[in-house]
């Protein structure tokens, strides 16, 4: 029965790559997913109304949709006053060089624990890299190297989550996981950093650090919603919030200027794509398949640490990495109660890889559309590099399991 039932997500998920194998746009593919899903699974239309709801009703999925259109505002706030371009005039100064500014950008927007920093992301990474990568490559260096953060930082709910349900002290797990960190660099960096030029073109910093004390007043907003989330334990629609009024004060906004971003910052493609990767998570989430997926998998004749693995990249290819952490983490512990941080580091890991080519993860979708590339063109480009990504885990984990 648990076969049959994961044999029917296979061809939900299939539905999904045919319609964008075949080019139709996402709301359209992802439409198709929930309409398979209900129908393989079962679900009565009269359930449909309230999951669709749901996403209105549970504030995870709200908050999502209210920090991509508060970020979004933020980021034509500071078009306005032109701080993301001289943002990017700060880092060429400082480093003067295209790839640090290609790859550090995102490592440090990718501090703030929203979909919608993918924007902010875009706007630098494309400035640094038009005319040397395809749009399909600027899509995976934004999405891959913004996403390094999400991996280890206490900022991301899914780390706080396993912290919590491992009993793995967290000052040892982000030690743990600085090697992989760097491997997540690196990944991103060959082949396609490192076929930039190191010269972005513009003179040599005379100062570099008033070039610094420029870059911090430049992008004092974004670390400021950093602040706020990890000092005060401000929610991110909070913190963006506070932002978005401290930085009217300072850069004199009139109301004048403000009410029309207002419009502006309402982008329906963005929210409606976003809306319903919300809403399939729902009918996924109703189905209850997920829940079946260590019975089925502690079938197969594998050590217990790679089925955990097979565990958490199904389950985070499947629902992204809460899901899939709450319900296996207590698992895997249970069942590997010497596991410690070389587990969690593992599991982490091996999340986080699937992640970065699900369906269902919204920062891939504002990614494929700030990029006007496809969401398929978009996994395909970083399905590679996530399945090795893995593979080095496994090893790493052997050396860290050896040593502690």
């Not at 992989?180 to 076929?195: I, Q």
């Not at 700030?370 to 790493?396: A, N, W």
Request: with cysteine; charged share 10%; aromatic share 10%.
């Amino acid at each position: 029965m648990a076969e049959l039932q994961l044999l029917k997500l296979a061809v939900v998920f299939l539905v999904i790559v045919l319609l964008l194998a075949i080019r139709r746009p996402l709301w359209l593919s992802i439409s198709g997913g929930i309409l398979a899903t209900a129908a393989l699974y079962g679900i009565h239309p009269a359930h449909w109304p309230g999951l669709f709801l749901r996403v209105f009703t549970d504030w995870n999925s709200l908050s999502v949709l209210l920090s991509l259109y508060l970020i979004t505002y933020l980021q034509r706030m500071l078009e306005a006053r032109q701080q993301i371009k001289l943002a990017q005039q700060d880092l060429n100064g400082l480093f003067h060089n295209r790839r640090v500014n290609a790859g550090v950008a995102p490592l440090f927007i990718g501090l703030l624990p929203s979909a919608a920093a993918m924007i902010l992301c875009g706007d630098i990474v494309k400035d640094a890299t038009e005319g040397y990568l395809s749009p399909r490559e600027q899509a995976f260096i934004t999405s891959w190297m913004r996403h390094i953060p999400e991996s280890t930082l206490p900022t991301y709910s899914g780390v706080l989550l396993m912290t919590t349900l491992s009993g793995v002290p967290l000052p040892s797990f982000m030690v743990g996981m600085v090697v992989p960190m760097v491997v997540l660099a690196l990944l991103g960096y060959f082949p396609y950093l490192r076929r930039l030029p190191q010269d972005p073109g513009t003179p040599p910093s005379q100062n570099r650090r008033l070039d610094a004390l420029h870059l911090f007043q430049h992008l004092w907003s974004l670390l400021l919603i950093l602040v706020l989330i990890l000092a005060l334990g401000l929610q991110v629609v909070t913190a963006v919030l506070v932002s978005i009024v401290a930085v009217a004060v300072v850069h004199r906004f009139s109301a004048k200027e403000l009410v029309p971003m207002v419009r502006t910052a309402f982008e329906l493609k963005l929210l409606g794509n976003t809306f319903l990767v919300l809403v399939l998570k729902e009918f996924l989430s109703h189905t209850g398949v997920l829940e079946q997926l260590p019975q089925t998998l502690s079938r197969l004749p594998i050590p217990s640490y790679l089925i955990f693995a097979l565990l958490f990249f199904v389950g985070g290819v499947i629902s992204g990495t809460s899901g899939i952490i709450a319900l296996g983490t207590p698992l895997a512990f249970a069942a590997l109660p010497d596991g410690g941080m070389p587990l969690m580091v593992l599991l982490m890991c091996v999340c986080h890889a699937a992640s970065q080519i699900s369906p269902t993860h919204v920062c891939l979708v504002v990614a494929a559309d700030y990029y006007q590339v496809t969401l398929g063109e978009l996994i395909r480009k970083t399905l590679p590099r996530s399945l090795l990504f893995c593979l080095l885990m496994v090893g790493y984990y052997w050396i860290l399991a050896a040593l502690f």
